[in-house]
C-alpha cells in the first residue's frame, strides 16, 4: 500500500526481534500465573484429601483399637463361658451324689420291708410302702433325666452301636405301655410291617427315644386311640407315632424340643413330668444321626416322627455340622480311639477248645480293645508262639491232643518265652498237685469256668498284664496261696462269709445292714482309715467300699488294700453315688475290683457279691 524508506525498513527489521521477545515473555507470564493457580487449587485438593485421609486412619485406629478390646472382652466371655461349663459338671456331679445318697436309703428300705413284711403289716400299709418304692424309683427317673441331657449336651453320651431287630424293639416298648394305655381307656394301634431290616444303632437309646414319644402320646390322650406308623427306604427307618390327643398350639409348636418347656401353664399343672423328656429325645436323635419331627394340631392331636438311618453314621470332623452339639462328642471319640489304640498294643493268645468260651472271652475283651489271636489246641499254641510272643496267655487247661499243663511247662522251659504272663481259665477241680505245678510255673492269675463274669476277666488281664512276669524265688509260694484264697473265700463257724461295709452315712449304714444281715456277718467302719485298719487286720471276704468318707477317701482306701500283699485279694466293690462319666473308670483305676452305683438295688448287691465270691 506505501513504501518505505530503506532506514525505515531497517528500523522496523530491527524492532521486530524486541516485540517477539516482549510478546513471548507476556504470553509466559499468563502461563505462568494459570499454572500458578492451577497449582495452588491442585494444592488445596491435596491437602484436603490427606485432611480426609487422617480422618480415616484415625476412624481405622479407634475401630482397631474397639475391635481388640471386643477380642479382649469375648476372650473373657469365652473364659467364663468354660468355667460356667466346669461349674455345671461339677454341680451336677455333687447334685448326683446328694440326690442319689438318701435316695438310696429310700428304694433299698422300701424293698427290705416289702420282702420282710409278710402278713405283719396290713394291705394298706403295704400299699405305703409300694408307693415309697414306686416314688423312689420316679425320682430316681428324673435325676437320671437331668444328668442324660446335661451329657448329651456336653457330648459324653455313651453310645455303642449294635445289629438289632427296630420291629421288636418297638414291640417291646407298645407292650410295656399298653396295661397303661388299657386303664385310661385307649387303645394302641401299631402299622409294622414284617419285613423291616435290622438296624445299627444304640438299642438303649433308640428304646429310650420311643419310651418317651409312645409314653407322651398316651400320657396326653384323654380318648382315642394311639397309632404307631412304621416304613422304611433303602437308608432309613420312619416310625411315626400320632396320638388324639390335646395337641399342641402354632405359638409352642417351635419351642417343644426346648428342654424343661411345657408348652402349657394348666398342662403343666395336669400332667406330671420336668418337660426334658422330649428334649433329650430330639438331642439323642440327632447323636444316632437320625432326626425327630413334630405336626400339631391344638385339641385334634399330634404326630412326632422318628426318622433313624439303618446304619449309623460314625461320627467324624466332616459330619460335624450335622448337629451343633456333636462337636465335643467327637474329641470324646477321638480320645475313646486313642485309649483303645494303646491298649490294642496288648496282644491276648487265647487257648481254649470251647467254641462257646472263644466267643465269650474274645467278645469280652475285644470290646475293650485287646487284640485276641485264637489257638483252639495245645499244640497249635506251641506253633504260635514260636513266630509270635504275644503280652499274656488265656490258657485252659483240659484240651485233647496237648494239655494246658504241658503247654505251660513248654513255654516255660523256652528262654524266648518263659516270661509272657499266663492266666488260667479252666473248669477243672484242681488238685494240690495240679496247684503245686501252676505255682512252679509263676502262674499269678485264675479264673474258674462257669459264669465268667466281664469285669472279673478284665481285672484279671489287667492285674496279669500289670504283674511282673518273674518273682524272685523265696517269694514264688506266697503269690499262688494268695490267688488260691481269692477264689476259696473263707467261711466263719455259723458258715457266713464275711464283709466289711465303709460307709459314712448312719442311714446308707442300717440300709446295708437290712439287707445284707440274713446272709453275712458284718465289720463296720464310719470312715476310711477305720476301714482301711480293719481290712488289713481282719482280712474279710470281700469289701464294700463308699469312695466319699471322711479321714481318708475311698480311692486311698482301695489303693493301700491293693497295696498289700495279705489285702490284695480280698476283692473290693465301690459303693457310690459317683455317676458321671468317668466315675466308673477312675474308680476301677484306684483298685476297686467292681462298681455298684447308688441308689442300690438290693437284689443286684445280693447277686454281685454272691459272684465275687464264688469266683
Not at 440326690?99 to 422300701?110: E, F, G, I, K, Y
Not at 487257648?351 to 465269650?360: H, K, S, Y
Not at 469312695?547 to 475311698?554: A, H, I, V, Y
Not at 448287691?605 to 454272691?610: D, H, N
Request: with cysteine; net charge negative; glycine share 6%.
Amino acid at each position: 500500500m506505501k513504501k518505505y524508506s530503506a532506514e525505515s525498513l531497517d528500523i522496523l527489521n530491527r524492532a521486530w526481534n524486541l516485540i517477539n521477545a516482549s510478546y513471548a515473555n507476556l504470553s509466559a507470564s499468563v502461563k505462568t500465573r494459570r499454572l500458578a493457580e492451577d497449582l495452588k487449587k491442585t494444592n488445596q485438593q491435596l491437602e484436603a484429601q490427606s485432611e480426609e485421609l487422617q480422618a480415616q486412619s484415625e476412624e481405622i485406629q479407634q475401630a482397631s483399637m474397639e475391635m481388640e478390646k471386643q477380642n479382649v472382652e469375648l476372650e473373657y466371655q469365652s473364659r467364663q463361658v468354660e468355667e460356667a461349663d466346669r461349674l455345671k459338671s461339677e454341680f451336677l456331679s455333687n447334685m448326683s451324689h446328694e440326690l442319689r445318697t438318701p435316695l438310696n436309703s429310700v428304694m433299698a428300705l422300701s424293698r427290705v420291708l416289702i420282702r420282710q413284711a409278710g402278713g405283719k403289716l396290713s394291705e394298706e400299709e403295704l400299699n405305703f410302702l409300694e408307693i415309697i418304692d414306686r416314688n423312689g424309683k420316679k425320682l430316681l427317673g428324673l435325676i437320671n433325666d437331668i444328668l442324660d441331657l446335661a451329657k448329651i449336651e456336653s457330648g459324653r453320651m455313651d453310645m455303642s452301636s449294635k445289629l438289632f431287630p427296630i420291629g421288636s424293639a418297638i414291640e417291646t416298648v407298645i407292650e410295656r405301655l399298653e396295661p397303661i394305655a388299657e386303664e385310661k381307656g385307649i387303645e394302641i394301634n401299631r402299622e409294622i410291617p414284617d419285613n423291616l431290616p435290622q438296624i445299627k444303632s444304640d438299642e438303649v437309646r433308640v428304646d429310650q427315644i420311643l419310651q418317651n414319644l409312645v409314653g407322651n402320646a398316651v400320657k396326653f390322650t384323654k380318648k382315642g386311640f394311639v397309632t404307631v406308623l412304621v416304613h422304611s427306604d433303602a437308608e432309613h427307618i420312619h416310625i411315626a407315632v400320632a396320638d388324639t390327643g390335646i395337641g399342641i398350639s402354632k405359638k409352642d409348636l417351635p419351642y417343644i424340643f426346648q428342654e424343661f418347656r411345657q408348652v402349657d401353664g394348666t398342662t403343666a399343672r395336669q400332667y406330671e413330668g420336668t418337660g426334658l423328656g422330649l428334649a433329650i429325645a430330639y438331642k439323642a436323635a440327632w447323636v444316632l444321626g437320625g432326626d425327630l419331627t413334630v405336626e400339631s394340631v391344638l385339641g385334634k392331636g399330634t404326630k412326632f416322627t422318628l426318622i433313624l438311618p439303618i446304619k449309623r453314621p460314625e461320627i467324624t470332623p466332616d459330619a460335624a455340622s450335622f448337629a451343633p452339639h456333636l462337636l465335643a462328642d467327637i474329641e470324646k471319640t477321638g480320645r475313646h480311639s486313642e485309649l483303645k489304640q494303646g491298649k490294642a498294643a496288648n496282644r491276648i493268645l487265647l487257648v481254649e477248645d470251647n467254641e462257646a468260651g472263644i466267643i465269650q472271652v474274645r467278645k469280652i475283651l475285644e470290646s475293650e480293645g485287646y487284640r485276641v489271636d485264637v489257638a483252639n489246641g495245645g499244640q497249635k499254641a506251641l506253633d504260635y508262639v514260636k513266630s509270635t510272643i504275644p503280652d499274656g496267655i488265656i490258657l485252659d487247661l483240659m484240651m485233647p491232643d496237648v494239655d494246658g499243663f504241658e503247654v505251660l511247662n513248654t513255654i516255660r522251659a523256652n528262654k524266648a518265652t518263659e516270661k509272657i504272663p499266663v492266666l488260667i481259665l479252666t473248669a477243672k477241680d484242681l488238685s494240690p498237685e495240679d496247684l503245686k505245678s501252676l505255682k512252679g510255673n509263676n502262674v499269678r492269675q485264675l479264673i474258674q469256668k462257669g459264669n465268667v463274669a466281664r469285669e472279673i476277666l478284665l481285672n484279671k488281664v489287667r492285674l496279669m498284664l500289670e504283674e511282673p512276669s518273674r518273682i524272685e524265688p523265696e517269694e514264688k509260694t506266697r503269690p499262688f496261696e494268695i490267688q488260691k484264697r481269692e477264689f476259696s473265700p473263707k467261711v466263719s463257724a455259723d458258715g457266713k462269709p464275711t464283709i466289711l461295709v465303709v460307709e459314712d452315712n448312719p442311714d446308707n449304714m442300717i440300709t446295708m445292714k437290712a439287707v445284707l444281715h440274713y446272709r453275712y456277718n458284718l465289720l463296720e467302719a464310719t470312715d476310711g482309715e477305720k476301714g482301711l485298719k480293719i481290712a488289713l487286720t481282719e482280712r474279710p471276704d470281700l469289701i464294700l467300699l463308699d469312695m466319699s468318707l471322711p479321714e481318708m477317701d475311698g480311692f486311698t482306701v482301695a489303693g493301700r488294700i491293693k497295696e498289700d500283699n495279705d489285702a490284695r485279694h480280698i476283692p473290693v466293690i465301690a459303693l457310690t453315688a459317683m455317676a458321671m462319666k468317668g466315675d466308673r473308670e477312675k474308680i476301677l483305676k484306684a483298685g476297686c475290683d467292681d462298681y455298684i452305683s447308688k441308689p442300690i438295688d438290693a437284689e443286684k448287691v445280693l447277686k454281685k457279691i454272691e459272684d465275687w465270691l464264688q469266683n
